[in-house]
């Protein structure tokens, strides 16, 4: 179908630009970022919505790159942020003059900011949680309402679906690169520990990262191993229903990439990957699959595919466990499995009990409405205007439930349930598949309101490129239901 519609030249143009864009940010030290929001505010005031809309979730995908191929100084890093938030200000201005209903359903969303705002107030830092509020609503708005009626504008939504092909290859075609230059792994391999174990030694340093062959924490083209494995297999699912909604046939381009992009997973070595992937694998497999319109014969072979990758994928998986314990390894995180004392259960919370002891606590002492949006008690005392402060939760709900307490919880629950109701109403297969898929990341590692982390790449991708596959098929059904409906061609005589 890429083919057939002559759209395949679109994904390469795509592609480029998005790979220009890196290379001009990187060598004008971040001004072109500045340029970048200054097309999106002109393509949004020109109503050129897919230009406009691809020009801003552009931005989510630059804030995840490795930094030793976009470094984030200079004025990188604060256009970064700029950027979104002015570009986000030209869209509302534009998307709130049309009229329909045909939007993502997740208005809700603002029931739980309230509570969260409330509970910042007698948080650990008011005005950090204030800004990561801010932050968040201006990527809510941005996707809402840069996406809203595109189904009223084919060639918008045709060029958003490019633009999400287009940026899969550059995620997996760069990340395959990458092996080729292990200096980069390597790097990021010392960042990430310099970060997590400040008083480590360069001689400790070196034997550790050594240990993994100089790539211990394989990232790609990302920050840091563990968004590679949130945002790989939510770009694969994504990909997988495109094929199977849009394309609705066995296409050659996307198998190539699905396959090119499994072992990337298990080279992320983070357990969050294996998560999301099984559950994609499940919603994909025994949810999708009963949604799709297709010849019985394409559904079949689409069918049998599938089961033969999770059979090479197990039998893989059994050969590394028998030769050499790979999996034991990767799941307990450890390169000696004969000496770990710990159960399994333990191997696998072990990593994350520290958080969650972290948000019970803070729960603890105010049941009510928590201790402030995504902040920490160790930010406690903070001062002055910060546009970034990075942490780290443990699970979703034990995060929410630390950050608003129960009146959050409460409320995040209803959020959810008018989301789901709101998809099947609407019958956004799609983006709800991919959402649930993001829940079950948040299951292991909580960025849903992290948009200056993976968390923003991963909105735009599981509900705004969900969203965008549901939009070619309601335009599809559109346009099939018109054609039902017109009268049988009389013969000559």
């Not at 505010?41 to 919505?49: E, S, Y």
């Not at 030209?90 to 045909?102: E, N």
């Not at 949604?291 to 599938?306: E, G, T, Y």
Request: positive net charge; glycine residues 8%.
């Amino acid at each position: 179908m890429l083919l057939e519609n002559n759209l395949f030249p679109k994904v390469v143009k795509s592609a480029f630009f998005i790979a220009l864009s890196v290379l001009l940010c990187r060598v004008t030290h971040g001004y072109f970022a500045a340029v970048l929001a200054l097309l999106g505010i002109v393509w949004a005031f020109r109503n050129d919505q897919g230009k406009a809309a691809s020009c801003y979730m552009l931005f989510p995908f630059l804030v995840i790159m490795n930094p030793f191929i976009l470094p984030k100084e200079g004025i990188c890093g604060l256009a970064l942020r700029l950027g979104p938030i002015i570009m986000a200000a030209a869209l509302f201005l534009s998307g709130s003059k049309k009229v329909g209903r045909h939007t993502i359903p997740i208005g809700a969303i603002s029931f739980y900011l309230v509570v969260a705002a409330i509970s910042s107030i007698s948080g650990y830092a008011p005005l950090i949680s204030f800004l990561k509020i801010i932050n968040f609503v201006v990527l809510i708005v941005g996707i809402w309402f840069g996406l809203k009626n595109i189904d009223c504008n084919h060639e918008a939504s045709v060029n958003m679906r490019c633009f999400f092909l287009a940026m899969t290859v550059v995620l997996i075609g760069g990340s395959l690169v990458t092996l080729f230059f292990p200096a980069i792994g390597y790097l990021t391999s010392v960042s990430f520990f310099l970060q997590t174990n400040p008083d480590l030694s360069m001689e400790e340093l070196n034997a550790i990262v050594a240990s993994g062959g100089g790539v211990r924490l394989f990232a790609g083209i990302t920050n840091q191993s563990q968004c590679l494995a949130v945002v790989l297999p939510c770009t694969l699912a994504w990909l997988a229903c495109d094929m199977l909604f849009v394309e609705r046939r066995v296409s050659l381009f996307h198998l190539l990439l699905l396959i090119s992009g499994l072992p990337l997973i298990y080279m992320t070595r983070a357990r969050v990957a294996f998560v999301a992937a099984s559950v994609a694998i499940f919603m994909i497999y025994f949810w999708c699959f009963r949604k799709i319109r297709m010849p019985a014969k394409v559904k079949s072979a689409l069918s049998l595919l599938m089961v033969i990758g999770a059979f090479i994928v197990g039998g893989y998986g059994i050969y590394a466990e028998s030769k050499d314990e790979a999996i034991s390894r990767w799941l307990r995180k450890t390169e000696d499995t004969s000496s770990d004392s710990r159960s399994f259960t333990e191997a696998l919370t072990e990593s994350r009990m520290g958080l969650i002891e972290n948000s019970m606590r803070d729960f603890r002492r105010n049941p009510l409405f928590g201790k402030g949006f995504q902040v920490t008690e160790d930010m406690k005392g903070i001062k002055g205007f910060r546009l970034s402060a990075a942490i780290e939760k443990g699970v979703l709900p034990i995060m929410v439930l630390g950050e608003t307490g129960v009146i959050g919880l409460l409320a995040f629950g209803i959020f959810l349930i008018s989301f789901y109701y709101g998809c099947v109403a609407r019958r956004l297969i799609v983006t709800m598949s991919l959402f649930t898929i993001f829940l079950a990341c948040n299951m292991a590692e909580a960025v849903f309101f992290s948009p200056g982390g993976a968390g923003g790449i991963l909105w735009v991708v599981c509900v705004g490129g969900g969203f965008i596959i549901d939009t070619h098929i309601k335009l599809r059904n559109r346009a099939e239901a018109a054609m039902m409906a017109l009268p049988p061609m009389q013969g000559i005589s």
